[in-house]
């Protein structure tokens, strides 16, 4: 699907009471596992040439899955589509060991895009099965992550998709249990999860530490402020990216009169803005900020032009390439080093 930029102008400036103003949610956008993942895809391209495959989206962003489609990434389902011998990512969502080992049968070259963070989940659930531990992993079925995590151990691992699913759980030993969850959830309705399961399960072990990712809860506590605040909101976001979508029920949850997910600009409805006064604007992990930018100037021409910028949290964390990537990089480097020459 082509991108398709906001048409300038097509908003109208329409009087209301109060002055205009954006409150523009900070952190949003790119976290370091999408940032990590995207450039991981775009160096393989550069180094390898095109075309690379890329085992599902990425990241849940259509956006950027359009853009590196460009330049010669080729998305695919699974990997027995990915001609033999052939370089393939795994996208930042992480994959199961079944999907590791069916590449390495077909002789493929992968390069593991996995979040660190999402790898951390991985570990945590191939410890507690060791242990035979029962895991309740709790995220949304079907997710690529899920599946991934589900996968290290699925003989131990019951998935709970929401608090409802709590009352008819049956495990085999209550003394034996441990949640888990998907690094991309609403923070609030994970932790009314854990306390019915706590109530059915008093034993329930936790993880050595939290699952949800440092940017999804730092998007979920700046939007929470800016509900309050906001009487529309506008997430910028990807219909299956599950934090994005997760951002429109918070700032719902916490104050705003109206909330919609975006991909572009151009999807802004004239409706939503009548009678508005104040606009809150964010974006999911793996939104690129350039699609943030474009609905701030659509907004500016119908008179948000006052923008004010609502911080909650710092964020510097950076992650290193996959290690494939960076052992090829390497040698181009060395080889560089030596004058062409590859030595001995």
Not at 26 to 55: F, M, N, S, T, W
Request: charged letters at 25%; a negative charge.
């Amino acid at each position: 699907m082509p991108r398709i930029p906001g048409v300038r102008g097509r908003l109208k400036n329409t009087p209301v009471l109060g002055q205009k103003k954006v409150l523009l949610a900070a952190p949003r956008g790119y976290c370091a596992g999408v940032d990590r993942a995207v450039i991981a895809v775009e160096k393989a391209l550069e180094h390898y040439g095109a075309p690379v495959y890329v085992r599902k989206q990425i990241v849940h962003n259509i956006h950027v899955v359009t853009e590196l489609e460009k330049k010669g990434a080729i998305f695919v389902e699974e990997v027995d589509e990915v001609p033999s011998g052939a370089h393939v990512v795994f996208s930042a969502h992480g994959v199961s060991p079944a999907v590791v080992n069916a590449a390495a049968d077909r002789g493929l070259l992968a390069i593991d895009a996995t979040c660190p963070l999402v790898t951390k989940v991985h570990r945590e659930a191939v410890r507690f099965a060791r242990d035979d531990f029962e895991i309740l992993l709790i995220g949304h079925e079907g997710h690529e992550e899920v599946e991934g995590t589900a996968g290290e151990a699925p003989d131990h691992v019951t998935i709970v998709n929401s608090p409802a699913d709590v009352d008819d759980l049956v495990v085999q030993d209550p003394d034996k249990v441990v949640w888990l969850s998907q690094t991309t959830l609403s923070v609030d309705e994970t932790m009314e999860t854990v306390r019915r399961l706590r109530e059915k399960f008093p034993n329930l072990q936790d993880p050595p530490s939290d699952d949800i990712c440092y940017a999804t809860q730092n998007r979920q506590v700046a939007i929470k402020k800016v509900a309050a605040d906001a009487e529309l909101v506008i997430v910028v976001g990807s219909a299956n990216s599950s934090n994005s979508v997760r951002l429109v029920e918070v700032a719902l949850e916490y104050g705003a009169s109206a909330a919609y997910r975006v991909d572009y600009s151009s999807e802004i409805k004239q409706e939503w803005l009548d009678g508005v006064a104040t606009v809150g604007v964010t974006s999911g992990a793996s939104v690129p900020e350039e699609l943030v930018e474009e609905v701030l100037r659509d907004l500016a021409d119908a008179g948000y032009g006052d923008i004010e910028v609502v911080k909650t949290a710092e964020e510097d964390l950076m992650f290193s390439l996959p290690k494939e990537l960076r052992k090829d990089l390497q040698g181009k480097q060395d080889e560089r080093a030596l004058g062409g020459r590859v030595s001995s």
